[in-house]
Nanobody
Framework: QLQLVESGGGLVQPGGSLRLSCTAS????????MAWHRQAPGKERERVAV????????NYADSVKGRFTISRDNAKNTVYLQMNSLKIEDTAVYYC?????????WGQGTQVTVSS
């Protein structure tokens, strides 16, 4: 059964850090581009970061450049999102996504709340 399971969300103060993890099962992880998206209340879902299947190339939304880092461990079927210098506007549900050709799969999401 195909699954993407996110973890690592929570409540953090502005300026703090969190690391999200997304562990995959049921498909050949190393063949898939992986991405993190987020959706804040009342807003559309937006892509935050993406990483190629080998991890050789990454891309970030302008709003998180220099603060977030996406990485992956194909041996562990896991993609990570290191989030530093968090801002209140980073509050959202964060989702991981696996993409290959015409197929895409989503995780269930993990809540990140940045608040003092």
């Amino acid at each position: 059964q195909l699954q993407l399971v996110e973890s690592g969300g929570g409540l953090v103060q502005p300026g703090g850090s969190l690391r999200l993890s997304c562990t995959a099962s049921g498909f050949t992880f190393r063949n898939y581009i992986m991405a993190w998206h987020r959706q804040a209340p009342g807003k559309e879902r937006e892509r935050v970061a993406v990483i190629t299947n080998t991890g050789g190339t990454t891309n970030y939304a302008d709003s998180v450049k220099g603060r977030f880092t996406i990485s992956r461990d194909n041996a562990k079927n896991t993609v990570y999102l290191q989030m530093n210098s968090l801002k209140i506007e980073d509050t959202a549900v964060y989702y991981c996504k696996a993409v290959r050709l015409l197929s895409e799969y989503w995780g269930q999401g993990t809540q990140v709340t940045v608040s003092s």
